[in-house]
Structures are given as structure tokens and as C-alpha cells.
């Protein structure tokens, strides 16, 4: 069945940076494009945009573009998101969300990032 | 984008029905027939429970159903159960394979 893996918590410090792995299980990599979504603490899931596993070509939501960084590395099967120059308010849990369709039946378990001094 | 507008929470009593709206606009939840429903437990991951407005995935009990008129969709548990009781999240397909989440519905269950 499909299973999404993440990478484990992360505490960072503000202008930092930080990548999140996702490893996927029983499907073929290529047939589901890779989607991003944020959940800052208390806060609801925000869209960040999602990249094409077949061409590479990333798609990044508003508010999402300049220091957000969507890859993978169909060897592994597996899914990135960098950040980079870090802020408190990049604080939240980060879930992949793999999907060929038009919405989000396999979630992963989440990655918690922390940033702070 | 903006996000959809959900009501912040909403609450009813144990075998009592509740409705969720999720009001977007002509170019999100008026324009596709792809919104979709999701619960989140605290802690937990979200869960997808209606999709494509009115469809339920395997396994999510026919107590929760969607529907939707001009731009805005809702969606209906019947038969409340504790176990209802989470945060709700409705998404829409917007324009060149763009998404958009609603911002949540806390809903108690009494």
C-alpha cells in the first residue's frame, strides 16, 4: 500500500536551513507528482505547491517562492523540501502529499520544524 | 489565492446532524467539481473523507456526505459521534494545477 516516510523533527536556528525527506512506498514514483503542504502550530494547511516527479518542473503557491526548493531523486523514491534563511514563522509541520489525481488521499506523517534562537 | 472560508467552528450533540460550508469563488469551488474534504485528529495527519464533492473514499462511513451549490460546498455528518469531533479542512482545484485549503472548522461534538 502507499506509504509516506518523512524525516524526523528539526530544530534550527533563524537563517539556517533545513531539508525535509520524504520517502514513498507502494506506488511508482513517477506516476504522482510530489505536493507540499505547511501547518503552522494552531493553524490550518496552506498549499505550498508541488513538483511534476516526471519532468522536474516545480510549482511554487504564493508565498512559497524564493526560499522554498522542491526536488527528488526518483533512486531513492524519494521527495525534498529545502528551506533556506530560515524565520520563526517557518516554524509549523511540513506534510508530503503525493497525488495524479484532484485531491490528497495519501498524506505522510509529518516533520515538525522548529526555528529558534 | 485566498484560502476558502470556513465557519471557525461549529458544535452539535451526540445523533444530531451538522453542516460545514466552504464559500470560495467563481475560480475555485465555482469553476471545478473538485473539492474535497479532509479531518485531522490532533497530532495526526489529515484524512481525506469526500472527494470530487460527493464522493466518499473506502472505508469513510456513508454518515459523511458533500455537496455543493454555485461556490460554495458543504459538507454533512449525520448521526454525530464522538469520534466526529476534530478539525475539518475543505480544498478546491484552482487553475493550472493549483490548490487551495479552506481555513478550518473546529467541530465539538457535546
Known amino acids: 500500500q502507499v506509504q509516506l516516510v518523512q524525516s524526523g523533527s528539526e530544530l534550527k536556528k533563524p537563517g539556517a536551513s533545513v531539508k525535509v525527506s520524504c520517502k514513498a512506498f507502494?506506488?511508482?514514483?513517477?506516476?504522482?507528482?510530489m505536493n507540499w503542504v505547511r501547518q503552522a502550530p494552531g493553524q490550518g494547511l496552506e498549499w505550498m505547491g508541488w513538483?511534476?516527479?516526471?519532468?522536474?518542473?516545480?510549482t511554487y503557491a504564493q508565498g512559497f517562492t524564493g526560499r522554498f526548493v522542491f526536488s527528488f531523486d526518483t533512486s531513492v523514491t524519494t521527495a525534498y523540501l529545502q528551506i533556506s534563511s530560515l524565520k520563526a514563522e517557518d516554524t509549523a509541520v511540513y506534510y508530503c502529499?503525493?497525488?495524479?489525481?484532484?485531491?490528497?488521499?495519501?498524506w505522510g506523517q509529518g516533520t515538525l520544524v522548529t526555528v529558534s534562537s | 489565492q485566498s484560502a476558502l472560508t470556513q465557519p471557525a467552528s461549529v458544535s452539535g450533540s451526540p445523533g444530531q446532524s451538522i453542516t460545514i460550508s466552504c464559500t470560495g469563488t467563481?475560480?475555485?469551488?465555482?469553476?471545478?467539481?473538485?473539492v474535497s474534504w479532509y479531518q485531522q485528529h490532533p497530532g495526526k495527519a489529515p484524512k481525506l473523507m469526500i472527494y470530487?464533492?460527493?464522493n466518499r473514499p473506502s472505508g469513510v462511513s456513508n454518515r459523511f456526505s458533500g455537496s455543493k451549490s454555485g461556490n460554495t460546498a458543504s459538507l454533512t455528518i449525520s448521526g454525530l459521534q464522538a469520534e466526529d469531533e476534530a478539525d475539518y479542512y475543505c480544498?478546491?482545484?484552482?487553475?493550472?494545477?493549483?490548490?487551495?485549503f479552506g481555513g478550518g472548522t473546529k467541530l465539538t461534538v457535546l
Open positions: 480544498s478546491s482545484y484552482i487553475i493550472n494545477n493549483n490548490w487551495v
Open positions: 467563481s475560480s475555485d469551488v465555482g469553476a471545478y467539481n473538485f
Open positions: 470530487e464533492v460527493t
Open positions: 513538483i511534476n516527479t516526471n519532468t522536474g518542473n516545480p
Open positions: 507502494g506506488y511508482t514514483f513517477t506516476s504522482y507528482g
Open positions: 502529499v503525493p497525488s495524479n489525481s484532484y485531491y490528497f488521499d495519501y
